[in-house]
């Protein structure tokens, strides 16, 4: 199954959902393990730690540190690992509202997260950008 390349119809058929709950960013020290007690949705190594990107009440329950609290947001169009300035397009129209993201792309679909309190605000932004695309 191949994913959407052609920008115009990823813009038109993004068809983005605000999923429940707050979602928070935090770091592991190098060689440090991943409790056994969380379930991170997204898990990223680099050389300087593990991010781990999980549900504000699950870190707070594992009494982990965390940083921006956000919503996330998944375009449902199923885009392609190589499809050209889809993210760009929307980073920077966000960009322009003054809103900051977080993207991430999975291997099926492209997901934002983006501040609590700017979320409501991002979902008009998308839902503009894929509706000007219908005419």
């Known amino acids: 199954?191949?994913?959407?390349?052609?920008?115009?119809?990823?813009?038109?058929?993004?068809?983005?959902?605000?999923?429940?709950?707050?979602?928070?960013?935090?770091?592991?020290?190098?060689?440090?393990?991943?409790?056994?007690?969380?379930?991170?949705?997204?898990?990223?190594?680099?050389?300087?730690?593990?991010?781990?990107?999980?549900?504000?009440?699950?870190a707070e329950r594992a009494g982990l540190r965390y940083a921006f609290p956000s919503r996330l947001i998944s375009l449902t169009v199923h885009s392609a690992l190589d499809a050209v300035g889809f993210l760009a397009a929307i980073t920077a129209r966000l960009a322009e509202a003054g809103i900051s993201v977080n993207a991430v792309s999975a291997f099926h679909h492209d997901h934002l997260f983006v501040p609590v309190d700017r979320a409501d605000e991002a979902m008009a932004v998308l839902q503009e950008m894929s509706g000007a695309r219908h005419s």
């Open 1 to 58: 199954m191949t994913g959407e390349c052609d920008l115009d119809a990823l813009l038109r058929n993004m068809k983005p959902e605000i999923l429940d709950g707050i979602f928070v960013f935090c770091a592991l020290a190098p060689g440090t393990s991943i409790p056994a007690t969380i379930n991170p949705i997204l898990t990223f190594h680099e050389r300087e730690g593990t991010t781990l990107v999980m549900l504000h009440e699950e």
